[in-house]
Structures are given as C-alpha cells and as structure tokens.
T-cell receptor, first 116, second 114 residues
Framework: AQSVTQPDIHITVSEGASLELRCNYSYGATPYLFWYVQSPGQGLQLLLKYFSGDTLVQGIKGFEAEFKRSQSSFNLRKPSVHWSDAAEYFC??????????????FGSGTRLQVQP | KAGVTQTPRYLIKTRGQQVTLSCSPISGHRSVSWYQQTPGQGLQFLFEYFSETQRNKGNFPGRFSGRQFSNSRSEMNVSTLELGDSALYLCASSLMGGLTDTQYFGPGTRLTVL
C-alpha cells in the first residue's frame, strides 16, 4: 500500500536559520510527489511538485525539494526561514486508487514553529 | 480571480442527521476534489468530480456522496452523521483534474457532530 511518512511532528527553528523537513514514501511505481503548506484557518497551498526529470525541484516562497529514489525520500528545504513560514507542512504522493486514477495520499504533517 | 469558496464555513449537527456542504471552484476549473481532515486520520481523499461525473473515489463508506453541477459547483453530502465525521472538509479545484494540474484548495468547512 502506498504511504507517506513525515517523521517529525513538530520542528522549531530560529528565524534566519535553514530548514529541512523530512518525507519518506512507500510506492511501487514512479511517484508523483508534492509538498503543501497549511496556515491556520486556511486551506492547503502547493509549494512544489515532482513528476520526473531533474531531481531538485524549486518551488514558491524560496522552498526546494530533492527527490532521492534510493532513499525513497523527498525532503523539503529552505536556506533561511522567515517568521511567516510558521505553518503545517504536508508531503503527499499521487497514489493509484482502485479506479486506476491517482489521488493525493498525505503524510501526517510537520508543524513548523519559528522563533524570533 | 476569486479563489475556491466553501459554504458554510462552520456547521454543527447531531448524530443521525445529514449535512450538505458546497464548493464553488475557481472560474474555468472543471474538476473538484473533496478531502476530509481529522486529527486522527489526517488528510484523506474522498472523491473527484469532473464534468458532472465522479471520476475518482477514496475509501469512504456510502454515507459520503457528492455531485457536480453544470457550472462545476459541487456539493458533498454525508448522511446518518456519526461522531467520527467531525472534521474539516476541504475542496480543491483544478482545470482538468488529475494530479498534473495544480489543485487550489478552499478554506474548508468545519463540521462538528454532537
């Protein structure tokens, strides 16, 4: 069965520090991979996605992620965190459903807190 | 361009009742997907509609149903509500559906079942 694991439930970083959020997936075929962010009281916003090609993907708000097939990972990074980045981050894989079509299967999320 | 809108934003119902939630997609978007978000189960895919047809479905009981209208607006219905149906229900729209299109999420409807 397809699954996504985000091992860190909660991370706290200082403003200006670098950030790496971990994501591991379990999926037999070539995965479609996504990172979303959810601010309090808001829906989800797509940060970046990977389907194929270059394994380093650039997204919005200065985020990037690297697909590593050998490690089944798709970690999200940002070189310098801003206070406005405090939110919950979700990794997702586009998994095949019984219908033969893909749908998003999400990890449990990582809550990011930014200290001034 | 207006974003995805969901109404109502908050709902309180009692066990056994039914509820209907509404989602208006971004203008021009023909696909609407629904998700349930709970603290225990996280974010789970419910179903996707495209051109008034259900095109994809997650693993939820038949009490959860949906439909899409000719203007792409979508509704989801939950019958015989259970306490475990308390959740944030999110809808997302995209141009043509599938996952290669970017999905734009609404703010959600928070349903509380007492």
């Amino acid at each position: 069965a397809q699954s996504v694991t985000q091992p860190d439930i909660h991370i706290t970083v200082s403003e200006g520090a670098s950030l790496e959020l971990r994501c591991n997936y379990s999926y037999g075929a070539t995965p479609y991979l996504f990172w979303y962010v959810q601010s309090p009281g808001q829906g989800l916003q797509l940060l970046l996605k990977y389907f194929s090609g270059d394994t380093l993907v650039q997204g919005i708000k200065g985020f990037e992620a690297e697909f590593k097939r050998s490690q089944s990972s798709f970690n999200l990074r940002k070189p310098s965190v801003h206070w406005s980045d405090a939110a919950e981050y979700f990794c997702a894989v586009g998994a095949l459903m019984d219908t033969g079509r893909r749908a998003l299967t999400f990890g449990s999320g990582t809550r990011l807190q930014v200290q001034p | 361009k207006a974003g995805v809108t969901q109404t109502p934003r908050y709902l309180i119902k009692t066990r056994g009742q039914q509820v209907t939630l509404s989602c208006s997609p971004i203008s021009g978007h023909r696909s609407v997907s629904w998700y349930q978000q709970t603290p225990g189960q996280g974010l789970q895919f419910l179903f996707e509609y495209f051109s008034e047809t259900q095109r994809n479905k997650g693993n939820f009981p038949g009490r959860f149903s949906g439909r899409q209208f000719s203007n792409s607006r979508s509704e989801m219905n939950v019958s015989t509500l259970e306490l475990g149906d308390s959740a944030l229900y999110l809808c997302a729209s995209s141009l043509m559906g599938g996952l290669t299109d970017t999905q734009y999420f609404g703010p959600g409807t928070r349903l509380t079942v007492l």
